[in-house]
C-alpha cells in the first residue's frame, strides 16, 4: 500500500522547486507521511522551519500527534523511519519533544547552487497557469500636491508588478489618477484668472498646492469666485467643450509632472496604464441601475446607498457606501465599484492588488463587500488591499520644509541624491561617473527605504539611515554587488560566464550557498503576499552572507585554483542573485561605488 502511494506522488516532486530546501525537504516529509499514516496525510503541511541545530526542521509531529493521540516524539520517529532523504540530507533525526531535525549535504547544496549559475531564472518557475493581476497603484490625485506617501505606494506597487511579472503573471498596471471631482471647478475658475500660461508652467513644475492653495483662497473669500466655481463643475460634468478643454491642460500638466517623477525614479509606469478616475464616467449609472436592481442600494435620506452587512459606525448605524448624492452626483465610492466591476467583468482579472494608504482600510473593505453581494468578486478572484503604513517626519507629522511647508517629492529625491553624491564623492573623480552613481545611490536609498519596511508598518522618514553603507540599506545591497564585479574585473573575468563546480569546505562557503538558495521561495513569498519587503529582507541575508564569505575567505588568493574557480562560482551566483532580486525591487544597480 505504501509504495503504491509514493508511486502516485512521485510526479508531482517533479514540480518541487529545483533550487528550494524547503520545498524539496516538505516534499520528502508528506511522502513519509502519506507512507506512514495514509495517503489522506500526503497534503499535510510539514512545517519546515530554518533550524538552530540543524539546518531545517520539521515541526508536524507536534500537530499530527494530538490528532493521532499519540505521543509526538513516536510520531516524528515514524515519520523518520518512512523518510527518503539520502540523496539530499547528511542527516535526519528526531530532537526535542518531536522536532525532525534535516542537516544537508554540503554536496547537495553546492550541486543546488551551481544549478542555479545555469538556471537564467535562478530557480523561480513560471507560474503555470499565468494569472491575470490588476495592481492599482501610485495614485496621486491631479488636484494635490504628490506626497511622500504617494510615493510609497508608487515604490511598492512597482515592485510588486516587478516581482508578479518575473513570475510569469499577466499584470495590468492601473494608474487611478484622481482626475474628476467638484474641486475641478475652483481649480478650472482659477486658471481662467491666471491665463493658462502661467498655470502650465506652475503645475508642471508641480506647484499644484500653491495652485490649489491660491484658488483656495478665493473660493472661500470671494462669493463671487465661489459661484463661478460651482457653475464650473455643472458645466464640466455636463460635458461644455471649452470646461472640458481646460480640465484637460490641468490634467495634462499634471500628468507630465509625474510622469517626470516617475522616469527619474525607474518606475515602469506609462500613460498608458492611467486608468483615471474619469476613466469611469460614462459606468457609473449603470453601476447604480445594476446595484439598485439587485436590491443592493437604496435611497436613503434621498441618495442613493449601499449598506454592506457587518459594517456600523461607532453608534451603531449602518455604514453607507455612497453611489449617488441627493444632487446626482457621484464620488469616490461610485467610481471605485464601477472600477473593480470592470476589472473582474471586462479584463477578466483573477486577482486585484489595491497599493493604498492604510487610512482607506475600511473603505476597501466595504468595497469587497459590495462587490461580494453584487456577485462581481467571486471566490475564483482574489481582491486585496495591500495595505501601506504612515511615512513620518523625525518631528511626527508631515515631511515639512523649513518654512512648514509638506516638501515636493520631486525635492526629497534631489536631496537623497545630492546626499548620495557627498557619501561617495570622496571615491570618484570622474564628474560623470560620480553623477551616475549618486542619482543610482540616493534614489535606490529613497526607494529600498520604502521597501525593506514591512509595507504596512509606518516608519520615520530618515535620510542618514537610508544612505548608511551597512545595514539593511539599498547602498550596502549595492555595494555588495559593486565589490563583487571589482572582484571580477580584477581578474579579467565575466561574471555572466562564471560557472562551475563548487566545493564548500569552509562554513562560510556552505552558509552562502544556502542562502542563496533562497531566492526562489523568497520571490514567491513576496509575490503571494504582495510584500516585497519580503524579497528584500532575503537579499539583505544574502548580502550579509556574502559580507561574512568575503572576510573569510579570499577569491583571488584562493589556496588552490580548484578553490579560487569555485570561489568565483558562489560569488558569480552572489551577484546574479543579488542584481535580479535588486532588479526585481526597481533599485537601480551602479556597476561601481
Ligand atoms: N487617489 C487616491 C488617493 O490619493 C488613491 C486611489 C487608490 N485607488 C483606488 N482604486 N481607490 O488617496
Known amino acids: 500500500m505504501g509504495s503504491v502511494i509514493i508511486e502516485l506522488l512521485r510526479p508531482a516532486t517533479k514540480l518541487e522547486c529545483m533550487a528550494d530546501p524547503q520545498e524539496v525537504l516538505a516534499a520528502r516529509v508528506r511522502m513519509a507521511l502519506a507512507a506512514a499514516f495514509g495517503a489522506e496525510y500526503a497534503d499535510a503541511d510539514p512545517v519546515i522551519r530554518p533550524s538552530a541545530f540543524a539546518d531545517y526542521q520539521a515541526n508536524v509531529a507536534l500537530s499530527l500527534a494530538k490528532r493521532l493521540r499519540r505521543p509526538p516524539r513516536e510520531v516524528a520517529a515514524e515519520i523518520a523511519g518512512h523518510l527518503d532523504v539520502a540523496d539530499v540530507c547528511e542527516k535526519a533525526e528526531v530532537s526535542g519533544p518531536g522536532f525532525i531535525n534535516f542537516t544537508l549535504r554540503t554536496d547537495w547544496i553546492a550541486g543546488q547552487a551551481a544549478g542555479m549559475l545555469e538556471d537564467r531564472r535562478l530557480g523561480v518557475p513560471v507560474a503555470d497557469p499565468a494569472q491575470k493581476i490588476v495592481v492599482d497603484y501610485s495614485s496621486p490625485n491631479v488636484s494635490k500636491e504628490m506626497h511622500v506617501g504617494h510615493l510609497r505606494t508608487t515604490v511598492v506597487g512597482d515592485a510588486i508588478v516587478r516581482i508578479l511579472e518575473y513570475q510569469g503573471h499577466d499584470v495590468i498596471r492601473a494608474n487611478h489618477l484622481g482626475d474628476w471631482g467638484t474641486q475641478f471647478g475652483l481649480l478650472i475658475e482659477h486658471l481662467m484668472d491666471v491665463g493658462e500660461d ?3 508652467r506652475q503645475l508642471s513644475a508641480g506647484e499644484i498646492n500653491t495652485f490649489y492653495q491660491a484658488a483656495r483662497v478665493k473660493f472661500d473669500n470671494d462669493p463671487a469666485f465661489a459661484d463661478r466655481s460651482r457653475h464650473r463643475v455643472v458645466l464640466l460634468q455636463t460635458g461644455d467643450k471649452e470646461t ?6 490641468l490634467v495634462d500638466q499634471s500628468k507630465e509632472y509625474y510622469n517626470t517623477i516617475y522616469q527619474r525614479l525607474g518606475i515602469t509606469l506609462t500613460d498608458d496604464d492611467l486608468a483615471p478616475e474619469s476613466f469611469y464616467n460614462a459606468m457609473l449609472a449603470s453601476v447604480c441601475d445594476e446595484l439598485q436592481r439587485e436590491g443592493i442600494a437604496v435611497i436613503s435620506n434621498g441618495a442613493l446607498c449601499a449598506f454592506p452587512p457587518g459594517f456600523t459606525g461607532r453608534d451603531g448605524e449602518p455604514l453607507p457606501m455612497i453611489l449617488r448624492k441627493s444632487d446626482g452626483g457621484y464620488g469616490y465610492d461610485t467610481t471605485d465599484l464601477a472600477a473593480i466591476r470592470y476589472r473582474i467583468r471586462d479584463l477578466k482579472a483573477n ?8 487610512e482607506q482600510s475600511l473603505h476597501f473593505r466595504m468595497l469587497f463587500a459590495v462587490a461580494r453581494e453584487a456577485g462581481w468578486l467571486t471566490d475564483d478572484v482574489r481582491a486585496e488591499h495591500a495595505v501601506i503604513g504612515l511615512v513620518s517626519s523625525p ?24 546626499r548620495a553624491g557627498r557619501v561617495i564623492a570622496d571615491r570618484y573623480d570622474d564628474p560623470v561617473l560620480r ?11 529613497l526607494k529600498y527605504g520604502d521597501l525593506s519596511v514591512a509595507r504596512d508598518s509606518g516608519y520615520v522618514f530618515d535620510f542618514d539611515r537610508m544612505l548608511a553603507l551597512t545595514g539593511n540599506t539599498g547602498p550596502y545591497l549595492q555595494y555588495a554587488t559593486a565589490r563583487i564585479r571589482s572582484i571580477f574585473r580584477r581578474a579579467g573575468l565575466d561574471p555572466d560566464r562564471a560557472a562551475g563546480r563548487m566545493r564548500l569546505n569552509e562554513d562560510a562557503e556552505r552558509a552562502l550557498a544556502l542562502t542563496a538558495l533562497g531566492f526562489a521561495p523568497a520571490v514567491s513569498g513576496a509575490a503571494d503576499r ?31 585554483p580548484e578553490v579560487r574557480d569555485s570561489r568565483l562560482a558562489l560569488c558569480a551566483v552572489t551577484l546574479r542573485t543579488l542584481t535580479t532580486g535588486l532588479r ?5 544597480v551602479p556597476d561601481r561605488m
Open 435 to 445: 553623477q551616475q552613481i549618486a542619482e543610482a545611490v540616493g534614489i535606490g536609498a
Open 244 to 249: 472640458l478643454r481646460l480640465w484637460r491642460v
Open 198 to 200: 502661467t498655470a502650465r
Open 530 to 560: 504582495a510584500e516585497p519587503h519580503l524579497l528584500a529582507a532575503f537579499l539583505f541575508e544574502l548580502a550579509s552572507a556574502f559580507t561574512t564569505f568575503y572576510e573569510l575567505c579570499p577569491v583571488l588568493n584562493a589556496p588552490s
Open 351 to 358: 486577482r486585484l492588488i489595491y497599493v493604498v494608504g492604510a
Open 395 to 418: 518631528e511626527g507629522g508631515r515631511i515639512r520644509t523649513r518654512t512648514g511647508e509638506s516638501v515636493k517629492l520631486i525635492t526629497l529625491v534631489g536631496e537623497a541624491v545630492e
Open 584 to 588: 526585481l525591487l526597481g533599485i537601480p
